[in-house]
């Protein structure tokens, strides 16, 4: 099995700044695509930012320009950087990745828990 932890959640006021992190374990031969999504209360999953395996990103127009994502394929981690973070930022952030498990078998989509983020006007 595959597990995804986030940390690095937490409440902010805004303009500020929250680091998040999800490191991948288990059975794992290699990770594709790697993501952020977050959902708000009342409201459905939303993409947030991914990066590919080879780092580059994609973003939702929402958060250009003060969200950073990256990874380190080594330590089967991806990151998000959140900067001038405004209330609307509030929600569950969720990491994902599409895993393989060994060479030659399908990909699979794993999901964390979640990490709350709240900021404060």
């Known amino acids: 099995q595959v597990q995804l932890v986030e940390s690095g959640g937490g409440l902010v006021e805004a303009g500020g700044s929250l680091r998040l992190s999800c490191a991948a374990s288990g059975s794992i031969s290699v990770i594709n695509l790697m993501g952020w999504y977050r959902q708000a209360p009342g409201k459905q999953r939303e993409l947030v930012a991914t990066?590919?395996?080879?780092?580059?990103?994609n973003y939702a127009d929402s958060v250009k320009g003060r969200f950073t994502i990256s990874r380190d394929n080594a330590k089967n981690t991806a990151y998000l950087q959140m900067n001038s973070l405004k209330p609307e930022d509030t929600g569950i952030y969720y990491c994902?990745?599409?895993?393989?498990?060994?060479?030659?078998?399908?990909?699979?989509?794993?999901w964390g828990q979640g990490t709350q983020v709240t900021v404060s006007s």
């Open positions: 990066v590919t395996r080879n780092g580059s990103p």
């Open positions: 994902n990745a599409v895993v393989r498990r060994a060479v030659d078998t399908p990909w699979y989509n794993f």
